[in-house]
């Protein structure tokens, strides 16, 4: 299954400037996830981040990750047509190159553990096929 933003739209509350994923090109639920962040030097944070030598924030990287893992969860708990609130709980991170304007980083999620309103998941971004970041992610939800 694919997304496009207008699906992604509906699934997480967040949108310009936080809205981290521009697209889901694969959702295996229960299985994989992954997504697209298309990294454009018209993006806010390179204003000040840095003005001379541009790179993406690590937190934002982390970030896009949290979103994708939020609409992972969504779709692999069947969560369809309900309004949820998430809850970042746990992160541990590498960071293994920096990220600049022009690059897609392409965020790959599987499971290590799914609950009915936690999880923890494995993720990870590329910059082609070299490794961004990797993190293990905790969260919950809440329904509104």
């Known amino acids: 299954m ?30 994989k996830l992954v997504a697209i962040k298309n990294v454009s030097v018209n993006e806010a944070q390179f204003q000040g ?43 541990t991170a590498k960071f293994h190159r920096v990220v600049v304007p022009g690059d897609q980083l392409r965020i790959e999620v599987k499971t290590v553990k799914l609950l009915a309103k936690v999880g923890f998941l494995e993720c990870k971004a590329f910059v082609g096929d070299e490794i961004a970041v990797e993190a293990e992610i905790g969260f919950g939800i809440k329904e509104v």
């Open 2 to 31: 694919e997304l496009s933003i207008q699906e992604i739209q509906k699934v997480i509350p967040h949108r310009f400037p936080f809205l981290m994923i521009d697209r889901v090109i694969e959702l295996v639920p229960n299985e």
């Open 49 to 91: 981040h840095f003005p001379d030598e541009k790179v993406m924030p690590g937190v934002l990287m982390l970030e896009a990750m949290a979103q994708a893992g939020c609409i992972y969860f969504y779709y692999s708990k069947n969560m369809q047509g309900k309004n949820l609130i998430y809850y970042l709980a746990k992160t």
